[in-house]
């Protein structure tokens, strides 16, 4: 049983340019969120996708957006990349409902230069 | 807005010390509570979990927390530290509510450094 996978693994990129992070869920799994965790703290909540549309979003600006597939696979695109975009994306898939716990993928680590 | 606060930044251990990380929350809801692990180069693995019942929880590699509701807090707990714990632990909270998305909110983090 496939746990949670990203990819790439690591990714640097140009301040400006854009990036788009891949997240495949456990096997069963049906939402999708996605985190940013900055060197030293704790991961952040970026958003969540369930049945294909954003369900919930944190505090992160619209140059952040995402898309879920039919397979409830998920993109994570940035837009406009500034240096403080530079973290550990994870991404952790769930059972939609009340009671549910959360899987993590080994996360991306994007460095914008 | 709903926090987490965790007292221990860096905690450093001799093997078979007592554990002991404490987690405060801040949400006047109904909560589930959760401690996730981060070992050096592999992904967050969850703990233990606390959706209702018995306060003392007790999760994987003999870590236990307990639940005190009025306090806020939900510490984790281990009686004798192996060198093999030395990793990240994360306190994280999601409300539980009628519009419960399962969002996780963290603490900062405390990195426990277990010496042989």
């Known amino acids: 049983d496939a746990g949670v996978t990203q990819s790439p693994t690591h990714l640097i990129k140009t301040r400006g340019q854009q990036v788009t992070l891949r997240c495949s869920p456990k096997s069963g799994h049906d939402t999708v969120s996605w985190y940013q965790q900055a060197l030293g703290q704790g991961p952040q909540f970026i958003f969540q996708?369930?049945?294909?549309?954003?369900?919930q979003r944190g505090n992160f600006p619209d140059r952040f957006s995402g898309h879920q597939f039919p397979n409830y696979s998920s993109e994570l695109n940035v837009n406009a990349l500034l240096l403080g975009d530079s973290a550990l994306y994870l991404c952790a898939s769930s059972l939609v409902g009340r009671n549910t716990e959360a899987f993590f993928g080994q996360g991306t680590r994007l460095t914008v230069v | 807005a709903q926090s987490v606060s965790q007292h221990n930044h860096h905690v450093i251990l001799s093997e078979a010390a007592s554990l002991e990380l404490g987690c405060n929350y801040s949400?006047?809801?109904?909560?589930?509570l959760f401690w996730y692990v981060q070992y050096p180069g592999q992904h967050l693995q969850l703990l233990l979990k606390?959706?209702?019942?018995?306060?003392l929880v007790k999760g994987i590699k003999g870590f236990e927390a307990e639940f005190i509701k009025s306090k806020f807090s939900f510490n984790l707990r281990k009686p004798s530290v192996q060198w093999s714990d030395t990793a990240e632990y994360f306190c994280a909270v999601n409300a539980r509510s009628s519009s419960n998305t399962g969002k996780l909110i963290f603490g900062q983090g405390t990195t426990l450094q277990v010496k042989p």
């Open positions: 606390y959706f209702s019942g018995d306060p």
């Open positions: 996708y369930y049945e294909e549309e954003e369900r």
């Open positions: 949400y006047g809801g109904t909560v589930n």
